[in-house]
């Protein structure tokens, strides 16, 4: 298995709350990404990066930041959760375009 | 951006028939077409993928379609097991940028 590691791997937080997850790689890939996974909706793009401190916006990213300061780490922010946030967020690596994609174990969120 | 299409949402089959799944894609651009396995409790899994200047490919009970003009792609598994009971989906990439159809949840039933 590719060395993808996401944490926590279950939180529950309030509405309003700031949110961290943190997808890590030991791959070093330069592709990486965050998915929200939804009854009904698949796995929708959050935000992805093409390398270290270049980010760009999926088709949901609103509510949503990402930070990645160092090839193996790639952190999502949720400034203010909301219970429209719940979800189970999956981060995915890329050594290279149009190659296969692995992906971490996911982040159960719960905004409550 | 890119818009990918998945059909059916869910899909039943008794084992030893073959599953069809279907996808649509509307950029043109995109030329690279994987399908992923998500078991319960895991993050998705490559399963085969195809490329945008190949018809079709296949690798054992699994096999992908690819149609360009039409822009549309498909899995077929033949002699379903048990075991491929899971969530599958489809995706159109081009380049890093890589969306993923709503998926389909097959049940096959011994």
């Known amino acids: 298995d590719a060395g993808i590691t996401q944490s926590p791997r279950h939180k529950v937080t309030e509405t309003g709350t700031p949110v961290t997850l943190r997808c890590h790689q030991t791959e070093n890939h330069r592709y990486m990404y965050w998915y929200r996974q939804d009854p009904g909706h698949g796995l929708r793009l959050i935000h992805y990066?093409?390398?270290?401190?270049?980010?760009d916006k999926g088709e949901v990213s609103d509510g949503y930041s990402v930070s990645r300061s160092k090839t193996e780490d790639f952190l999502l922010t949720l400034e203010s959760a909301t219970s429209s946030q719940t979800s189970v967020y999956f981060c995915?690596?890329?050594?290279?375009?149009?190659?296969?994609?692995?992906f971490g174990q996911g982040t159960r969120l719960t905004v409550v | 951006g890119e818009n990918v299409e998945q059909h059916p949402s869910t899909l039943s089959v008794q084992e030893g028939d073959s599953a069809v799944i279907k996808c649509t894609y509307s950029?043109?651009?995109?030329?690279?077409f994987p399908w992923y396995k998500q078991e319960l409790g895991k993050g998705p899994q490559l399963i085969i993928d195809i490329r945008s200047n190949v018809g079709e490919k296949k690798d054992q009970r699994i096999a992908v379609t690819l149609n360009k003009t039409a822009k549309h792609f498909s899995l077929h598994i033949t002699e379903t097991q048990p075991e491929d009971s899971a969530v599958y989906f489809c995706?159109?990439?081009?380049?890093?940028?890589?969306?993923f159809g709503a998926g389909t949840r097959l049940t096959v039933k011994p």
């Open positions: 950029d043109s651009a995109s030329n690279y």
């Open positions: 995915a690596t890329l050594d290279s375009p149009n190659t296969e994609a692995f």
């Open positions: 990066s093409y390398g270290v401190k270049d980010t």
């Open positions: 995706a159109a990439s081009r380049e890093y940028d890589m969306r």
